[in-house]
C-alpha cells in the first residue's frame, strides 16, 4: 500500500469510525489571530483517528493538523491533514465539507486525498494526474470570464488588508463574471474546480492544511495555479484557464 492508497482508505475509514451517524457537540475556538471558530467532538475524534493510523504505518514521519499538531514544521516526510475542512458548515448540516490530506516530501507535495463523504466523491492525486473516485480528471477549459463562476473563500473582516483585497476581488470581478459564490470549506471549492464545476478559486489562508491538499489535486487536473506567501497575507489560486488567471491576477496587483 503507497502513501495515496494509505490516505484515501484512511479517510474512508475515518468518516465510518468518527463521524458517520454520530452526534456532535460544538465548541467555540479561538485561534492565536483571535478570530472565532468552530471545533466538534467529530473533529477532534478524526484527526486523532488518522494521527493514530499515520504513526503506525509511518511512525517516522512529521504530521501538521489543525487540533493537536498545528505548530509543527512540515519538513522531510510530512502529512498535512484536516480533518474536517468546513467545520462550521457541518455543524450547522451543511453539505459543504470534506475531510483532506497531503503528503509532502521536503517541502514537495507528492499525492493528496479529499473525501466529501456527502457527494459519495474522493478526489485524489499524485505524479500521474488527479482522479475523481478513480476516473481521471481534465480541468482545463476556455470558458470566457462572463461564463465563469468563481468562488471566494470566507470573508476576513478582522483582517483590513484581507478583507479589502476580497472586497476589490468581488467588486470588480463580480462585474465580469457570470457568478460570485463562497462555499465555506477551502477543500470543497478546490474539488469544484478541480471537476470543472466551477472555474476559479481564490483564498487568502492561514494554515497549509487549508491549502495543500486542494491545490496539488487542482495542479494535476490541469489547472492554472499560483501559490504566494507574504507577510501580509498567503494566497492560492486555482483557475479552469489562463484567461481567468490573469483577470484574478490584475485585480490581486492592483
Not at 49 to 52: A, Q
Not at 120 to 125: G, I, K, V
Given at each position: 500500500?503507497?502513501?495515496?492508497?494509505?490516505?484515501?482508505?484512511?479517510l474512508?475509514?475515518?468518516?465510518?469510525?468518527?463521524?458517520?451517524?454520530?452526534?456532535?457537540?460544538?465548541?467555540?475556538?479561538?485561534?492565536?489571530?483571535?478570530?472565532?471558530?468552530?471545533?466538534?467532538?467529530?473533529?477532534?475524534?478524526t484527526?486523532k483517528?488518522?494521527?493514530?493510523k499515520?504513526?503506525?504505518?509511518y511512525?517516522?514521519?512529521?504530521?501538521?493538523?489543525?487540533?493537536?499538531?498545528?505548530?509543527?514544521?512540515?519538513?522531510?516526510?510530512?502529512?498535512?491533514?484536516?480533518?474536517?475542512?468546513?467545520?462550521?458548515?457541518?455543524?450547522?448540516?451543511?453539505?459543504?465539507?470534506?475531510?483532506?490530506?497531503?503528503?509532502?516530501?521536503?517541502?514537495?507535495?507528492?499525492?493528496?486525498a479529499?473525501?466529501c463523504?456527502?457527494?459519495?466523491?474522493?478526489?485524489?492525486?499524485?505524479?500521474s494526474?488527479?482522479?475523481?473516485?478513480?476516473?481521471?480528471?481534465?480541468?482545463?477549459?476556455?470558458?470566457?470570464?462572463?461564463?465563469?463562476?468563481?468562488?471566494?473563500?470566507?470573508?476576513?473582516p478582522?483582517?483590513?488588508?484581507?478583507?479589502?483585497?476580497?472586497?476589490?476581488i468581488?467588486?470588480n470581478?463580480?462585474?465580469?463574471?457570470?457568478?460570485?459564490?463562497?462555499?465555506?470549506?477551502?477543500?470543497?471549492?478546490?474539488?469544484?474546480?478541480a471537476?470543472?464545476?466551477?472555474?476559479?478559486?481564490?483564498?487568502?489562508?492561514?494554515?497549509?492544511?487549508?491549502?495543500?491538499?486542494?491545490?496539488?489535486?487542482?495542479?494535476?487536473?490541469?489547472?492554472?495555479?499560483?501559490?504566494?506567501?507574504?507577510?501580509k497575507?498567503?494566497?492560492?489560486?486555482?483557475?479552469?484557464?489562463?484567461?481567468?488567471?490573469?483577470?484574478?491576477?490584475?485585480?490581486?496587483?492592483?
Open positions: 500500500m503507497n502513501e495515496l492508497e494509505f490516505a484515501t482508505k484512511t474512508k475509514d475515518a468518516y465510518k469510525k468518527c463521524i458517520k451517524g454520530r452526534d456532535f457537540s460544538v465548541k467555540e475556538k479561538v485561534s492565536a489571530s483571535f478570530l472565532n471558530d468552530y471545533v466538534t467532538n467529530c473533529d477532534e475524534d484527526e483517528y488518522i494521527v493514530s499515520i504513526k503506525k504505518y511512525p517516522n514521519d512529521n504530521i501538521v493538523s489543525e487540533e493537536f499538531n498545528s505548530n509543527h514544521k512540515c519538513e522531510g516526510r510530512c502529512w498535512v491533514l484536516d480533518p474536517i475542512d468546513g467545520t462550521v458548515n457541518f455543524s450547522k448540516h451543511l453539505p459543504m465539507w470534506c475531510i483532506q490530506i497531503a503528503f509532502v516530501v521536503d517541502g514537495e507535495t507528492k499525492c493528496a479529499i473525501y463523504p456527502t457527494l459519495n466523491e474522493m478526489y485524489t492525486a499524485d505524479e494526474g488527479a482522479y475523481l473516485n478513480g476516473t481521471r480528471l481534465d480541468a482545463k477549459n476556455q470558458v470566457d470570464i462572463t461564463s465563469s463562476i468563481i468562488n471566494v473563500c470566507d470573508l476576513e478582522k483582517s483590513d488588508y484581507i478583507f479589502a483585497k476580497q472586497m476589490k468581488i467588486e470581478i463580480g462585474k465580469k463574471a457570470l457568478k460570485i459564490k463562497a462555499f465555506g470549506s477551502a477543500g470543497y471549492e478546490f474539488c469544484m474546480v471537476s470543472g464545476r466551477i472555474n476559479a478559486y481564490i483564498i487568502f489562508y492561514h494554515y497549509i492544511w487549508d491549502s495543500y491538499p486542494g491545490l496539488f489535486i487542482c495542479k494535476q487536473a490541469g489547472c492554472c495555479t499560483i501559490h504566494k506567501t507574504s507577510k497575507a498567503n494566497i492560492a489560486l486555482a483557475c479552469t484557464n489562463e484567461k481567468i488567471k490573469e483577470e484574478l491576477l490584475n485585480v490581486l496587483e492592483d
